[in-house]
């Protein structure tokens, strides 16, 4: 059984921070690409950033600057620091790993979402 769990959400002014984490955890025997995502009421889910194993990175424009994608491979933990946050980043956000399990098998999982609110 493998699990993501986020943490770090909450109720924040503009112009303030916030960093995000997501554990995995289980019979883990090893994570490759993580990614967040955000999903704001009424609208799809996008993908915000991309790290892969070796923590390449790659950053949606409109956060480009602004959010920050990393991750600690010896705790199999994802983060995302988020400066200079606008009330358009108000959404629920959500990790989302391709980890091989004990089996070996590569499969793709997603955390139960933490929910930000950037108020004005």
């Known amino acids: 059984q493998v699990q993501l769990v986020e943490s770090g959400g909450g109720l924040v002014q503009a112009g303030e921070s916030l960093t995000l984490s997501c554990a995995a955890s289980?019979?883990?025997?090893?994570?490759?690409?993580m990614r967040w995502y955000r999903q704001a009421p009424g609208k799809q889910r996008d993908v915000l950033a991309t790290?892969?194993?070796?923590?390449?990175?790659n950053h949606l424009d409109s956060v480009k600057g602004r959010f920050t994608i990393s991750r600690d491979n010896a705790k199999n933990t994802l983060y995302l620091q988020m400066n200079s946050l606008k009330p358009e980043d108000t959404a629920v956000y959500y990790c989302?790993?391709?980890?091989?399990?004990?089996?070996?098998?590569?499969?793709?999982?997603w955390g139960q979402g933490t929910q930000v609110t950037v108020s004005s």
């Open positions: 989302n790993a391709d980890v091989v399990n004990m089996f070996g098998v590569l499969r793709n999982y």
């Open positions: 289980g019979h883990i025997l090893g994570v490759n690409d």
């Open positions: 790290i892969t194993d070796s923590s390449t990175t």
